[in-house]
């Protein structure tokens, strides 16, 4: 598992088995180990990554 928090303006669109995600500003994600999915960067992105 990871997990992602979004730390300035931009936004992506993920698609995936399990349904579609719109990622913005501020958005803690966290990605289950495995997923399957496109990403579609609408605006660049800053992440920040933590792996437990």
């Given at each position: 598992m990871s997990m992602v928090l979004i730390k300035q303006p931009g936004r992506e669109e993920i698609e995936?088995?399990?349904g579609n995600f719109n990622i913005q500003p501020g958005d803690f994600v966290?990605?289950?180990d495995g997923l399957d999915g496109?990403?579609?960067?609408?605006?660049?992105?800053k992440k920040h990554y933590f792996f437990p």
């Open positions: 995936t088995n399990e966290v990605f289950k496109i990403r579609d960067v609408r605006k660049p992105v």
